[in-house]
């Protein structure tokens, strides 16, 4: 288990250095003064800051010296300044990337408990209607913007029924409230966001666990069970579900990048202060070190989430558990 | 040959009644899904409306032709009503949706252009040419897509081409692992050893006879493409990443969306027309899967 851990860790740092690399090309590939790119065409930069930058990122030195100088800041734990905000581009993410972490990782477990169990419902009774509302709900989030779904949300809980805030992740009235009271400010205004990024993939994952669990319900151990004389709920819960398990897993790691391309929008949306908003702000901006740290973080965050999908996986299927 | 000899005739009564085509059979399949056909329907009258509607009707969807917030049902010239500056919204439906649809069909094509020229290669040579391509391919998973896909939009200024070629860019890894596991189970059958034997070139081996071969899946793979690209373009044209002097679906979304709690209907509309879209596209693809599925023709 530790050297697999190992090889998994090593093996998302070379990731990681693929798209610091990528990144240093980015900026280089795009048309005009790489100097002027980085400060920002919305800037206006003076010529003492453009300066400030070419010595900063060596650009007057050769190529393969220029990605030297880069790979050794980011080592550094610098990925430039953000001129627009005047800070660093690490400190302007360090304060956006815990709402991010939050947003995501809530819609991630909203979808996959609710997505299985529905799943699971509908799996005892495969042309029953629960089924048929599995399947049409599937191809419905399938095929709606999530971020139209977001602004439909708004229109509902702003106007008609209004329950959950709609914009931000806290109240201002509430700065000087208890801490207990602010963790559940803040997920009060976490219900209407996670929810819009969670339909989507609670539809797949409904599909996916209704089919996976149609497939382990024939299974010789399943009729073991039941005529071992298991109850209905052990049987579904305990021997098919741990089995049906594993194709959600993969599915979900697999979707971890995607859902937080669908976080992006969700927080454009909902005014939500995270990563995406952030990303959104700086690309209206022309603010390319902090777009490219946005990239550099929103991957690391895909990376470590495929070494835990990884692990939980191993603990799962305990036939992988021996290897290497 | 015009007078069969019995020699003949019992040549033919002994062959098996002609095989179907593939593709016909397919067809057949997919007819009897209603559904699918639903889908098809609803996606061919969307086109049309796409690509003729604004002959009929509407003009410039950038003009300003009446009261902004104007009701949809209310002033029978704009049936859908007016958004935040007064321009109609019908119009822009019509209007937004050539570019929406067009940008969705060039990044699938480009989505599957790429994800199945590696993917086939991969498979196919297996060994070093395998690994490299897999490990690009799990670098370009890491990217989060949308993400990527709005640097390279700004990076080279936002055009319908740099948006298509940008989501292409970023969508095809899904495509070459789904490739790259046909080619790998098709490989090893006996025909394409035959086709080897008798010296056909690797270039034939994978277009000529793996290629078709793998074509199922890949067409419905193909068809789900197109749904998420439309939902890609739709995404950054919703965020200002679009090509600003093209009236797009997202767009229109998007310029209404500070005026939601105002008007409901500049934003509704629009995204009804791109639910409906990927709707259609999406029912298609099911249907077509499930016409290629082999367990399921014998009933």
């Given at each position: 288990m530790g050297s697999f851990l190992a090889r998994r860790i090593f093996y998302g740092a070379l990731l990681m250095l693929g798209v610091v690399v990528l990144n240093f090309f980015l900026i280089r590939l795009a048309p005009g003064d790489p100097a002027v790119v980085i400060a920002g065409e919305?800037?206006?930069?003076?010529e003492e800051v453009l300066e400030a930058i070419r010595i900063d990122y060596g650009l007057d030195k050769p190529l393969p010296v220029q990605l030297g100088i880069y790979l050794g800041n980011v080592l550094r734990g610098?990925?430039?300044?953000?001129f627009f905000f005047n800070q660093p581009v690490v400190d302007l993410i360090g304060q956006r990337i815990g709402p991010t972490i939050l947003l995501v990782v809530a819609a991630q477990v909203l979808s996959i408990v609710v997505g299985i169990f529905l799943g699971v419902l509908a799996a005892r009774k495969p042309n029953g209607a629960m089924s048929a509302f599995v399947s049409v709900f599937a191809t419905i989030g399938y095929a709606v913007p999530v971020f139209w779904t977001g602004i439909m949300l708004i229109i509902l809980f702003a106007s008609v029924l209004p329950v959950f805030p709609v914009e931000g992740m806290s109240s201002v009235k509430l700065r000087e409230a208890a801490w207990y009271i602010k963790v559940l400010d803040v997920l009060h205004h976490l219900v209407l966001p996670a929810v819009t990024l969670a339909v989507i993939y609670l539809a797949q994952y409904a599909r996916l666990s209704r089919a996976s669990m149609l497939e382990v319900l024939g299974a010789d151990y399943i009729r073991t069970a039941r005529a071992k004389g298991a109850k209905e709920r052990t049987v579904l819960f305990r021997h098919a579900l741990r089995n049906a398990a594993l194709p959600i897993l993969t599915v979900a790691g697999l979707q971890f990048g995607n859902l937080i391309s669908g976080a992006l929008l969700v927080e454009t949306v909902f005014n939500w202060p995270g990563m995406g908003r952030l990303a959104f702000d700086s690309i209206l901006r022309r603010d390319y070190p902090t777009i490219m740290g946005v990239l550099f973080f929103a991957s690391a965050m895909v990376v470590v989430a495929n070494i835990l999908t990884d692990l939980s996986y191993r603990l799962a299927d305990p036939r992988l558990r021996g290897r290497a | 040959m015009k007078d069969p000899t019995p020699r003949a005739m019992i040549g033919r009564a002994a062959r098996a009644p002609k095989a179907e085509s593939p593709g016909r059979e397919a067809w057949r399949m997919f007819r009897r899904n209603i559904p699918a056909v639903c889908g098809l329907l609803i996606l061919i009258c969307i086109v049309l409306a796409v690509l003729y509607g604004t002959l009929f009707y509407g003009g410039d969807p950038f003009e300003i032709v009446?009261?902004?917030?104007?009701?949809?049902?209310?002033t029978p010239e704009f049936p859908l009503g007016t958004d935040?500056?007064?321009?109609?919204i019908l119009a822009g439906l019509l209007a937004g949706g050539g570019p929406t649809l067009a940008v969705g069909a060039a990044a699938a094509v480009i989505t599957m252009g790429i994800g199945i020229s590696l993917g086939a290669l991969a498979g196919y040579f297996g060994g070093w040419v395998d690994n490299l391509l897999m490990r690009i391919t799990e670098f370009f998973q890491v990217l989060p897509a949308l993400l990527f896909a709005m640097v390279l939009v700004t990076l080279f200024s936002p055009s319908l081409w740099t948006i298509a070629i940008a989501i292409g860019v970023v969508s095809w890894p899904q495509t070459a692992r789904l490739t790259r596991a046909e080619f790998l189970k098709i490989k090893q059958l006996e025909y394409v050893t035959a086709a080897r034997a008798i010296g056909a070139q690797d270039g034939r081996i994978m277009w000529t006879v793996i290629l078709p071969n793998a074509a199922p899946p890949l067409i419905v793979s193909a068809t789900l493409t197109v749904g998420v690209a439309i939902l890609f373009e739709a995404g950054l044209s919703f965020l200002?990443?679009?090509?600003?002097?093209v009236m797009s679906w997202g767009l229109m979304i998007g310029a209404n969306r500070d005026y939601i709690l105002d008007a409901w209907w500049p934003v509704t509309f629009p995204g009804l027309a791109i639910f409906l879209t990927v709707f259609a596209v999406s029912l298609i693809g099911d249907g077509l899967n499930d016409a290629f599925n082999p367990k399921l023709r014998s009933r």
């Open positions: 919305m800037g206006g930069a003076t610098d990925l430039g300044e953000s | 009446w009261a902004p917030h104007e009701p949809p049902g209310v935040y500056l007064g321009r109609n200002g990443l679009g090509d600003p002097n």
